[in-house]
C-alpha cells in the first residue's frame, strides 16, 4: 500500500469509472483507488470488467492486526483484513486499485473467478495463507500449505517458529 493510498482524507473523488456511493481516492501508483463495502465488492469489479478492465494483475490480502490506525477515505470502517485487487486495461492504458474491508469474525468476500478465471490460483492463496474465504470459489482448497496444515501463517498472531526446520543429511563442513 502507497502513502498516497493512506492519506485520502479530504481527497476530491477523482474523475473514473465507480458505482455511485463507492468510495474513491487517487492513487500512487494506481490511478484510482476504490473502496466498496464487501456486499458491493464483485459488482464493482464486474462494472471495472464491463467498462473494459481486462486484466486482473494481482489479489492479495493485507494483515491490519497490529497497524489498525490506517487512513481510509469518509464512510469507510476499518477491518482487520483488506482484499486489494488491481485491474488493468491495456487499452486505456489505466490502473485501478480496489480495496475491501474483510472482518476478522466473517472473513469472506465474493469470488472473482467468474470473472477473471486467473484469480483462482490468487485466491486459494489469500485463503490458505490469510484465512479469507471466497464465496462461490470452485476449489477453494489449500496451495501452498499441506491440507493437514493448522492455521494461517501470514496472519499476524501466527506463532512464529512453531515448526522446526530440519535438515537431514546434509553435508558438513569440507
Not at 469509472?17 to 459488482?43: I, K, S
Not at 491495456?90 to 484469480?119: H, I
Amino acid at each position: 500500500m502507497s502513502a498516497s493510498d493512506q492519506d485520502v482524507a479530504g481527497v476530491p473523488e477523482p474523475a473514473g469509472m465507480a458505482l455511485p456511493e463507492v468510495p474513491m481516492a487517487p492513487g500512487r501508483w494506481a490511478d484510482e483507488v476504490a473502496f466498496p463495502p464487501r456486499d458491493r465488492y464483485h459488482e464493482l469489479v464486474a462494472a471495472y470488467r464491463a467498462d473494459g478492465f481486462e486484466q486482473l494483475s494481482d489479489l492479495t490480502a493485507v494483515d491490519y492486526l497490529t497497524h489498525p490506525g490506517r487512513s481510509l477515505p469518509p464512510g469507510v470502517v476499518p477491518e482487520r483484513f483488506e482484499v486489494v485487487v488491481t485491474l488493468l486495461s491495456l487499452s486505456k492504458r489505466r490502473r485501478v486499485r480496489v480495496r475491501v474491508q474483510v472482518p476478522a469474525d466473517a472473513p469472506e468476500v465474493d469470488t472473482l473467478w467468474d470473472l477473471y478465471p486467473g484469480a483462482e490460483a490468487m485466491e486459494r492463496e489469500v485463503f490458505d495463507l490469510f484465512g479469507v474465504r471466497f464465496a462461490g470459489h470452485p476449489d477453494l482448497t489449500r496451495i501452498l500449505m499441506p491440507e493437514d496444515w493448522e492455521g494461517h501463517p501470514l496472519r499476524k498472531d501466527y506463532g512464529v517458529g512453531r515448526v522446526p526446520v530440519q535438515f537431514k543429511e546434509a553435508p558438513g563442513p569440507r
